[in-house]
């Protein structure tokens, strides 16, 4: 693809290209991979930029929420070990009453005191909330947790917001561009007025609205 071709289409932002925007935005020159450890701004950068991608999924995002998600019961020890890359975890309080809670990475049944589900259980459905990698994620998202990092990092690397490259109006505009993303899809339904929910699956909707239009989502 020629330079021309480039200017046009850009394609996604990768890590190295958030990172570069955090050291841009101190006047630090760019570099060309995360492989370097000796750079102390970058590495700095990257887990900054790292640090907020994680702290803005565990809000719930329509693609990476799940409802009634089935986590079966290990035929061996009975027990229901759940990956690490869930933030959040909700069995249906309808049907479990409560009764069933995270510790951990295991489900812990409250009322019989144990990491051990009842032998007739082959499984246990729950909402969840998913952490996903850089590459999984809407552009969007990338794109507002590289402008909101890159001022974090510059406040913890410089503490004067006059010599900032993106200002807090250039956060608002990103995260103006996500909330428009996020309500785009997550389908309104007019069931739910406002709210919007997966249209297979009314009632988990109803349980689990979280954006309403006009308000923010952080």
């Known amino acids: 693809m020629g330079l021309a071709e480039q200017r046009q289409a850009q394609g996604r932002t990768t890590l190295t290209d958030a990172v570069n925007v955090c050291l841009e935005n101190i006047g630090e020159q760019p570099v060309d991979n995360l492989d370097n450890e000796q750079i102390q701004d970058a590495r700095i950068a990257e887990r900054t930029i790292l640090e907020v991608h994680k702290e803005g999924q565990v809000k719930g995002w329509s693609w990476n929420t799940e409802?009634?998600?089935?986590?079966?019961v290990d035929a061996t020890n009975f027990e229901i070990v759940v990956p690490e890359t869930v933030v959040e975890f909700a069995p249906n309080a309808y049907q479990y009453n409560g009764r069933y809670q995270l510790r951990g990475t295991r489900v812990y049944d409250l009322a019989n005191r144990t990491f051990k589900m009842d032998s007739s259980m082959s499984e246990l459905s729950a909402?969840?909330?998913?952490?996903?990698?850089?590459?999984?994620?809407p552009e969007a998202y990338n794109r507002w947790v590289t402008i909101r990092a890159a001022r974090i990092f510059s406040d913890r690397s410089l503490g004067?917001?006059?010599?900032?490259?993106?200002?807090?109006?250039?956060?608002?505009?990103?995260?103006?561009?996500?909330?428009?993303?996020?309500?785009?899809?997550?389908?309104?339904?007019?069931?739910?007025?406002?709210?919007?929910?997966?249209?297979?699956?009314?009632?988990?909707?109803?349980?689990?609205?979280?954006v309403s239009i006009g308000s923010s989502i952080f």
């Open 67 to 72: 409802y009634n998600y089935p986590f079966k």
């Open 127 to 137: 909402d969840v909330i998913w952490l996903l990698a850089w590459n999984s994620v």
């Open 160 to 210: 004067s917001e006059a010599l900032f490259k993106y200002t807090v109006k250039d956060e608002q505009d990103a995260q103006a561009v996500l909330e428009r993303v996020e309500m785009e899809q997550e389908s309104p339904n007019m069931l739910s007025g406002n709210y919007s929910f997966p249209t297979y699956q009314p009632s988990s909707g109803l349980m689990n609205r979280r």
